[in-house]
Nanobody
Framework: QVQLVESGGGLVQAGGSLRLSCAASGRTFSTYSMAWFRQAPGQEREFVALRWSGGTTSYANSVKGRFTISRDNAENTDYLQMNNLKPEDTAVYYC????????????????WGQGTQVTISS
């Protein structure tokens, strides 16, 4: 069982940066793959970034070059560094974890954080 707790959301101006954190419980967290998703009002939950347990990463085209997913295994924490933020990045951001190969499909993840609001003003 893995429990995920997110933090780091907030309100920033366009062009600014935020770093989201996803703290995980569980001694075997280093073996899990992790992903970040976001959901804007009235929209479906969409894939943002993912990271294999071995370190390989993948990003949605809309955030490529601006967002970076990383992990600190010693702290059992994953991070999403978001730079050059745009108003269209406004959403609730969720981290999710699973064993095995990660994917961009929300339904494939059994473990979810509670979500953190990110709001970008123009």
């Amino acid at each position: 069982q893995v429990q995920l707790v997110e933090s780091g959301g907030g309100l920033v101006q366009a062009g600014g940066s935020l770093r989201l954190s996803c703290a995980a419980s569980g001694r075997t967290f280093s073996t899990y793959s992790m992903a970040w998703f976001r959901q804007a009002p009235g929209q479906e939950r969409e894939f943002v970034a993912l990271r294999w347990s071995g370190g390989t990463t993948s990003y949605a085209n809309s955030v490529k070059g601006r967002f970076t997913i990383s992990r600190d295994n010693a702290e059992n924490t994953d991070y999403l560094q978001m730079n050059n933020l745009k108003p269209e990045d406004t959403a609730v951001y969720y981290c999710a974890a699973k064993t095995g190969t990660p994917s961009g499909i929300p339904a494939s993840y059994p473990y979810w954080g509670q979500g953190t609001q990110v709001t970008i003003s123009s």
